[in-house]
């Protein structure tokens, strides 16, 4: 774990690509992070990590994909990894807590929220303000990581981590993103719709004309729309629903990689294990036995 009292390095977080490797390099936590403790810089950054802060107090404003957000806290916000970042200004009273969490901690999270139907509204805007009265359960929930994180001799801690936030998100941090779903705008109402029709049909239906035609748009009119709100295209909300089920059928069932690739309706094995080894890295049986 680094040092909470050491000055952050914003510049290229390079975390590592397997979980199995040093646990402190998938998961920091800085707590009680000032204005004074961070770095001044002008100039975009790209991150190869996803952060979540936690903002306290203070006023803080930022570019995120060319997008300018500027609030007031108390606010949670959520930078995923290859995005960029820019911070234009903070206030002198400004304190917040950071969370950095490497590529695979994150995806193993999504794995178990991608049913919640505040998805859509999480992924379409990084930042939302906190409730008042859920405010001290941020609070607990910070404190709580940061135990859990300086229990280095829990072999199940990046377990114990994620199953924490999950849990948080499942019990309180959902109603920051009902926030966002109560004035969402016609183009949000579109995307959120696209998604929910995926979770619905990507088994089946792979083909971009076909969620157009189900909506009622143009496939370029959906995919701009899609992209503009999520920060993901069309064809990665569809391709990323049939990579994560295919995780979840290879680690919690015994099915065999021929009857998952059968389930997802791939033509062939060999055609599903080349699609999941483009996507993932790995193949089926290595990410199974891994």
């Known amino acids: 774990m ?55 107090k203070g006023h803080f404003k930022f570019n995120n994909n060319l997008i300018v957000y500027d609030f007031d806290a108390p606010a949670i916000v959520n930078i995923r990894n290859g995005e960029t970042l820019q911070l234009l200004s903070i206030s002198p009273d400004f304190s917040a807590s950071f969370i950095v969490m490497s590529k695979f901690f994150v995806e193993d999270i999504f794995l178990h929220i991608n049913d919640m139907q505040n998805l859509a509204a999480m992924s379409r805007r990084p930042v939302t303000k906190i409730p008042e009265d859920i405010l001290p359960k941020f609070e607990s929930l910070y404190n709580s990581l940061h135990l859990v994180s300086s229990d280095t001799g829990n072999p199940q801690i990046l377990k114990a981590l994620q199953h924490s936030i999950i849990a948080f998100y ?110 993932v890295g790995l193949s ?3 990410y199974r036995n891994s």
């Not at 109402?189 to 969620?211: G, M």
Request: positive net charge; contains cysteine; hydrophobic residues 40%.
């Open 284 to 286: 089926p049986k290595m």
């Open 2 to 56: 680094k040092d909470n009292n050491s000055k952050l390095d914003y510049g290229y977080v390079n975390l590592p690509m397997n979980v199995d490797e040093i646990l402190g390099r998938d998961f920091w936590i800085f707590d009680n992070i000032t204005a004074a403790m961070l770095p001044e810089f002008t100039e975009p950054v790209k991150l190869t990590a996803s952060i979540s802060i936690f903002v306290r």
């Open 170 to 279: 499942y019990r309180y941090a959902y109603r920051c993103y009902d926030i966002l779903n109560a004035s969402q705008d016609s183009a949000a109402r579109l995307s959120d719709r696209f998604i929910k029709l995926v979770k619905d049909k990507f088994r089946t239906e792979r083909f971009l004309e076909y969620y157009a035609e189900e909506l009622g748009v143009t496939p370029k009119h959906l995919s701009r729309t899609v992209k503009a709100q999520t920060g993901y295209s069309a064809a990665s909300w569809i391709e990323r629903f049939l990579i994560l089920e295919s995780k979840i059928l290879l680690k919690s069932t015994n099915l065999t990689i021929q009857q998952i690739s059968d389930n997802l309706n791939f033509p062939t094995q060999s055609f599903f294990g080349k699609y999941f080894k483009k996507n």
